[in-house]
């Protein structure tokens, strides 16, 4: 709840919002040597849907590693996502949303390991559990001391195949696939229903066209470093510098601005 006694969610985009990068997808491809050019022009061509897109990119990864090499692993992808360059005052914007009593939630279709990582920097006061919108075991121990995280998580990404030898485990041929390009609207409203929050009392922060059908459900939808002009007419406002303490500033204004839910 919020200082006002109100549910508010502010939602959040994290490739070139909370990381300061083009794709998380693409700084593994990159740290691996690989490209997916193939199949991002088939999905442009529309000869392929979003499922089959990650299905195919998971292959492209499994496939770096040569017949005679031991598999990709788990912990092989995790450890090239180290270094992942992240936007100015991600981590004191995102604390400034949770003192203020909102839910923060990440919605994107980036990877999922990334916005896990995020989001167990803060930990909840509940040791971890399975949950809805929650993160996995490991990156609770690793970041978290096992707890649970404050924040609710909605990405794509990879699965877990078989366990290996070392006890690491494979890549499963099929990805993790919550979160549709041009679907980000409906975990909004899945979010709200289950939170019981109002489209007014929601904010969202996105970056392209995908994050549109997040900006139509929130009250507050804001531009962030945009990546073209297609989703600046569906803001309330467009920042432009790279810097998050001023959109937080923003949103707490906004919600400020906000007597009841409507």
Request: net charge negative; aromatic share 10%.
């Amino acid at each position: 709840m919020s200082q006002k006694g109100v549910a508010r969610l502010v939602c959040l985009d994290m490739d070139r919002v909370l990381v300061d990068h083009l794709s998380t997808w693409q700084f593994v491809y990159d740290n691996l040597g690989i490209s997916n050019d193939e199949s991002f022009e088939l999905y442009n061509q529309g000869l392929l849907d979003e499922w089959d897109w990650i299905k195919l990119d998971i292959a492209l990864i499994k496939e770096s590693r040569l017949p005679d090499q031991t598999p990709i692993s788990d912990s092989d992808l995790r450890a090239s996502m180290e270094g992942m360059p992240m936007m100015k005052n991600w981590k004191p914007f995102i604390q400034g949303l949770l003192d203020n009593g909102y839910h923060v939630a990440i919605v994107s279709g980036g990877l999922q390991q990334t916005a896990r990582d995020i989001a167990a920097q803060f930990p909840s006061d509940n040791l971890w559990m399975r949950r809805w919108g929650g993160i996995d075991p490991h990156t609770a121990q690793r970041f978290a001391d096992g707890n649970d995280t404050r924040l609710h998580v909605f990405t794509n990404g990879w699965l877990l195949g078989k366990q290996m030898e070392d006890g690491n485990y494979e890549l499963d041929d099929f990805g993790r696939y919550q979160v549709q390009m041009d679907g980000k609207g409906s975990v909004v409203q899945m979010l709200q229903r289950r939170l019981g929050v109002s489209k007014e009392n929601t904010a969202s922060v996105g970056d392209s066209a995908g994050d549109i059908a997040m900006f139509e459900e929130s009250g507050y939808p804001i531009c962030f470093n945009p990546w073209d002009d297609r989703p600046k007419a569906h803001a309330s406002i467009v920042i432009e510098e790279k810097d998050l303490l001023p959109v937080g500033q923003l949103i707490e204004a906004y919600f400020n601005s906000v007597s009841s839910p409507s």
